[in-house]
């Protein structure tokens, strides 16, 4: 082994990169702000503004949790690639707090390992097009109108068609409005993405398939259900002119679930004397990036959700509905550094007529590797 080391580590390549961003975020929750510790301080997450009104409206908020760190490893061997890829950040966690230390640990978002053309680990779905996203501060930017996950996956790609098996979860509404996640998944989600050009512009097509499972007992009922699920997406990257951007996304599906807007609506409702009904949604964005001069941009983002709950869910708290949009204005001195500022709006909606409204002003400076 120690012999071949010289041999093998001479056509391996290593990289660094990542970049460290501060953010400074003035949030105003209609409803009243939630507490520090909720994902809505860290970033903008549909569900999560409805707020507490024994608490005040108006919250700052200083953090660098965005800041990344990712490794990557090419190797060519015997003529196959094979590609180690690992990425951290310090979203999610809450060992630190904001009295003292603001320490908080690192969370694995990226480990994968690639030969040829498979791969195998954790990344982003392969229902979701992350090159088609809008450029902004928020973490997110669009968050109610993509599909957003992270998962394990199994992965073959070639000539811009991927097909993978991943990570089975599915969650379900109760009839009370709350989440009941399923501990009982077992049949891996399918999911196909084909990716495309025409002339300068980049396009997605992607399908999901993927079975709701749950073999469990919920207070006084068993539930033995098992309902399919599908969804629909497509994204394009078009050039308008100079170098100005558009870029869009459509997503529709039944029983589409966690994979789109983080998780807002789930995938089915489980009535209380058996049985299970899919949720269907639509949603999706559109932005639009405008170069000012070559150092000075802006991006223009809207985004939406709609979800078509089945009757039973009317009066409930569950989510039905969630808007955003955001400004913003970014200035690049040099290539490596950014800064920037943004004004956010969102309204999310409950099946009762509930709702949350949530305007935040970011400050944002940004250098990366």
Avoid: C
Wanted: hydrophobic residues 35%; aromatic residues 14%.
């Amino acid at each position: 082994m120690l012999a071949a080391a010289p041999s093998a580590m001479a056509e391996t390549e290593f990289k660094f990169g990542g970049y460290v961003k501060a953010d400074f975020m003035v949030s105003n929750y209609d409803n009243g702000a939630p507490d520090d510790s909720n994902l809505s301080r860290q970033f903008y997450v549909p569900g999560t503004i409805y707020g507490d009104p024994n608490r005040a409206n108006t919250v700052t908020d200083f953090q660098a949790r965005e800041t990344r760190f990712n490794f990557t490893s090419t190797s060519d061997m015997d003529g196959h690639t094979l590609k180690f890829f690992v990425e951290l950040d310090f979203f999610t966690t809450s060992d630190g707090n904001e009295r003292v230390s603001n320490s908080y640990a690192p969370r694995l978002r990226h480990a994968t390992v690639t030969f040829d053309n498979w791969t195998a680990g954790q990344t982003w779905s392969t229902f979701q097009n992350p090159g088609a996203l809008p450029e902004a501060l928020d973490f997110v930017g669009a968050a109610e109108g993509t599909p957003f996950v992270r998962q394990g996956l199994i992965k073959y790609s070639n000539n811009g068609f991927s097909v993978a098996i991943e990570n089975p979860k599915s969650t379900f509404t109760s009839t009370a409005g709350g989440r009941i996640e399923s501990d009982s998944s077992y049949i891996p989600d399918l999911v196909a993405r084909y990716d495309f050009k025409g002339g300068d512009a980049s396009f997605s097509i992607a399908g999901l398939l993927r079975s709701l499972d749950i073999d469990e007992t919920i207070g006084d009922t068993t539930y033995d259900e098992s309902e399919m699920g599908y969804g629909l997406s497509f994204a394009g990257v078009v050039p308008v002119f100079n170098r100005d951007v558009l870029k869009f996304m459509l997503n529709y599906g039944d029983g589409t679930g966690r994979y789109i807007a983080l998780n807002y609506a789930n995938a089915a409702v489980l009535r209380d004397g058996g049985g299970a009904d899919t949720i269907s949604s639509i949603s999706g964005f559109v932005s639009y990036q405008h170069w000012w001069s070559d150092k000075w941009r802006s991006n223009f983002t809207v985004s939406g959700f709609e979800a078509d709950n089945p009757g039973i869910l009317d009066g409930t708290t569950a989510n039905e509905t969630s808007y955003s949009g955001n400004v913003n204005l970014m200035f690049s001195p040099v290539k490596p550094l950014t800064v920037g500022v943004e004004w956010l709006y969102a309204l999310n909606e409950r099946a009762n007529g509930d709702d949350g409204e949530l305007n935040r002003f970011m400050l944002s400076f940004k250098y990366a590797i």
